[in-house]
């Protein structure tokens, strides 16, 4: 009997297996020639991310409207200017500009502005603030100091006093002023360094935030997470631009052609980011000053989808 009964059990056991496999087989054959669902597509522009336009200024002078159309398509949101001359941006009205740029479905975040042998004056800066208020710029960048202006702490310390009254007269046209670096500044120059010693310290920092490039700084031998944790809430910019090789601190900008696009090179953008609210982070813009190829279009393309396909996921 026990035997028997056991055997019933495995019988009508093994019916209902049986009845679940041609279940289980029917519904298989049903969705065997259905394709996989697509994966969902994202819109690059809802990332956010800028480009600074010197990464294609030879297509900038040769085709305004073309340039901007290409970077727009790539999946730029924003843009950073560099191309302000005459109270003219790349050769335009300043509304005329805005209204391109708005077609295409950008907008204007920030202007580096005209770079003379003195730098910025009082003299210019109030009508550099009424033509960048046309384009409704949320910041207007100074980007470099001429080297004649690096020899001594008296020179930075002069520029750093014009660059606070320079962001006064920003803030008064709702512009916030600020400051690109690149690796000079943290050169030693009489026993101090620029960037630490005076940037940092006089530096007002409710009228110039900082512009980190993180390029240059890492090629200083600085390391950007430890700049944020000991200045926070003073980078309100970051200039993503990655680089091919890992080289000793050096402090000149001359012959230099390690750029890479963003996440092509070593720097860890991640381990970067992840600092941002501590930075003060508010704008990510891509920038590459040249290419190895002469391509910049393509750099470009490779920054943006290595950003929203690996690093800002």
Known sequence: MKTSHSRRDFLRLSAAGALGAIVLSQYACKTAGKPAPEPAVVDPK??????QLY???????????????????TGYKYLELAGYADGKFYGME???????????????????????????????ARKMAEDHAKLGVKYCIQPWVVPEARTTLASYHKMVADWNQVGK????????????????EFATVEGKIPYYDIFMVELDKDLVTMEIDLFWTTKAGQNPVEIFNKYPGRFQLFHLKDMFTNEAP???????DDFAPVGAGVINFKEILAAKDIAGMKYMIVEQDSTKDGLPFDAIQTSITNLTTKILV
């Open 46 to 51: 809802t990332f956010g991310l800028a480009l």
């Open 55 to 73: 990464t294609i200024r030879d297509a900038m002078a040769l085709d305004v409207p073309g340039s901007l159309k290409k970077v727009s398509d």
């Open 94 to 124: 300043p509304a005329d500009f805005k209204k391109l740029v708005n077609d295409l479905g950008m907008e204007i975040l920030s202007s580096h502005t005209q770079v003379e042998a003195q730098g910025i004056t009082l003299d210019n």
């Open 169 to 184: 007269i920003m803030k008064e046209t709702g512009i916030q002023f600020g400051y690109h670096n690149h690796n000079f």
């Open 250 to 256: 050096y402090y000149t900008t001359d012959g230099e």
